[in-house]
Nanobody
């Protein structure tokens, strides 16, 4: 059974930083494409960043230069380092795994950027 568990969300002031973590289990992490998505109130879920099993990364234009996705295959973990946070980054952040043709989601972690 595939499980994804996110952590690291919270309340931060504009300009601050947070690091999200997502620990995966029940799969072979080294062959998984991982991603972070977010959903703000009243908006659709959107892609934030992806990390493929081949080592490529991709970012939404709105977070380029501020967010960094990374992964530790030995720890079955993907990270999202978020710097220079803005109020518009406020959302529930979800971890996503694409594995052998199926997609899996974590439960989400709330990130609130406010003074």
């Amino acid at each position: 059974q595939v499980q994804l568990v996110e952590s690291g969300g919270g309340l931060v002031q504009p300009g601050g930083s947070l690091r999200l973590s997502c620990v995966a289990s029940g799969l072979v992490f080294s062959i998984v494409d991982m991603g972070w998505y977010r959903q703000a109130p009243g908006k659709q879920r959107e892609l934030v960043a992806t990390s493929t099993r081949g080592g490529s990364t991709n970012y939404a234009d709105s977070v380029k230069g501020r967010f960094t996705i990374s992964r530790d295959n030995a720890e079955n973990t993907v990270y999202l380092q978020m710097n220079s946070l803005k109020p518009e980054d406020t959302a529930v952040y979800y971890c996503n795994a694409k594995y052998i043709g199926d997609y899996y989601w974590g439960q989400g972690t709330q990130v609130t950027v406010s003074s």
